[in-house]
């Protein structure tokens, strides 16, 4: 949630296993939430998690933030301009 707010990537590294609260699945020590945009505005956020601590870090923060950042739904319209090109009779 703290991600989808902030617009910004958070990575978690622990030693113990994340509260339930705070993962998915069961012993998960390392997460990277990014945050999901479209037009700027938060649609939701890319969670990975792993029982492997360490697992990610600042190299997969820019990786997964420039993914996101390519996405079709992040350009104004790229997603609806591909529609409306594919829904035309040829």
Same mark, same amino acid.
Request: aromatic share 8%.
């Given at each position: 949630? %703290?991600?989808?707010?902030? #617009? *910004?990537? $958070?990575?978690?590294? =622990?030693?113990?296993?994340?509260l339930?609260s705070?993962a998915?699945?069961p012993?998960? =020590? ?5 945050? $999901?945009r &479209?037009?700027? @505005?938060?649609m939701? /956020?890319?969670r %990975?998690e792993? +029982? =492997?601590?360490? +697992?990610?870090d600042?190299?997969?923060? #820019? /990786? ?6 390519r996405s079709? *739904?992040h @350009?104004?319209g790229?997603? *609806?301009s591909? @529609?409306? &090109? &594919?829904?035309?009779p +040829?």
């Open positions: 949630m %703290l991600s989808f707010v902030s #617009k *910004r990537p $958070i990575l978690i590294n =622990r030693a113990r296993p994340l339930p705070e998915y699945w012993e998960v =020590r390392s997460a990277l939430v990014i945050p $999901i &479209a037009q700027e @505005r938060p939701g /956020v890319l %990975l792993a +029982t =492997r601590r360490f +697992t990610f600042d190299e997969d923060v #820019k /990786v997964f933030s420039i993914l996101e950042s079709p *739904r @350009r104004a790229a997603g *609806r591909r @529609r409306c &090109a &594919a829904s035309r +040829t």
